[in-house]
């Protein structure tokens, strides 16, 4: 009965304490931005996946609205911060060489640059180039891991934009 009744009263006392909110992201913003666009990135590449511009430009509005209170919106003239940009590589590169020059490891590497235009509180430009990168078994087919693949590179590039969004205010 005794056990109980303390592990009770330590659940309620440390719950009690728990923090209803945490943020780290929207203090460091101008109180001026209210929303944001998103250009669909251009996809400079030949060997991209079609869809890959469009996929990766919605996973950057998407990250936007997650992690801020900006709020999506459709026309630029309207917005206080403007993002676009162009996915200027798409790589496969053999890694890890092991006997025979054959690839153990094989490298996905996508980059793209970015330019972000600001109109509050002052109007101002930031560049940011992202090269982001994952390696993968060289004996598996690229075909059927490159969704997962550039899954993780894209969470990658949307933390980088918001990385430089958030940190140069």
Same mark, same amino acid.
């Given at each position: 009965?005794?056990?109980?009744?303390?592990?009770?009263?330590?659940?309620?006392?440390?719950? $009690?304490?728990?923090?209803?909110?945490?943020?780290?992201? +929207?203090? $460091?913003?101008?109180?001026?931005?209210? $929303?944001? /666009?998103?250009?669909?990135?251009?996809?400079?590449?030949?060997?991209?996946?079609?869809?890959? &511009?469009?996929?990766?430009? !919605?996973?950057?509005?998407?990250?936007?609205?997650? &992690?801020?209170?900006?709020?999506?919106?459709? &026309?630029?003239? &309207?917005? !206080?911060?403007?993002?676009?940009?162009?996915?200027? #590589?798409? /790589?496969? /590169?053999?890694?890890?060489?092991?006997?025979? +020059?054959?690839?153990?490891?094989?490298?996905?590497?996508?980059?793209?640059?970015?330019?972000?235009?600001?109109?509050?509180?002052?109007?101002?430009?930031?560049?940011?180039? #992202?090269?982001?990168?994952?390696?993968?078994?060289?004996? /598996? +087919?690229?075909?059927?891991?490159?969704?997962?693949?550039?899954?993780?590179?894209? +969470?990658?590039?949307?933390?980088?934009?918001?990385?430089?969004?958030? $940190?140069?205010?």
């Amino acid at each position: 009965m005794y056990k109980f009744l303390a592990i009770a009263l330590l659940f309620f006392g440390l719950t $009690s304490c728990w923090p209803v909110r945490v943020s780290f992201v +929207d203090g $460091s913003m101008p109180e001026e931005w209210k $929303s944001f /666009t998103v250009k669909t990135l251009e996809n400079n590449t030949g060997n991209a996946p079609l869809s890959y &511009n469009a996929t990766l430009t !919605e996973s950057i509005k998407d990250g936007i609205q997650n &992690n801020s209170r900006l709020n999506l919106e459709d &026309n630029a003239e &309207n917005a !206080e911060v403007n993002v676009e940009g162009i996915i200027t #590589s798409y /790589t496969i /590169t053999p890694v890890a060489l092991q006997e025979g +020059d054959a690839a153990a490891q094989n490298r996905l590497t996508v980059t793209c640059q970015f330019e972000i235009f600001i109109t509050k509180p002052e109007e101002d430009i930031m560049e940011l180039t #992202s090269s982001r990168f994952i390696d993968y078994d060289a004996t /598996t +087919d690229l075909g059927t891991v490159e969704n997962d693949l550039l899954s993780e590179v894209t +969470d990658q590039i949307v933390q980088d934009v918001l990385n430089k969004l958030f $940190s140069n205010w």
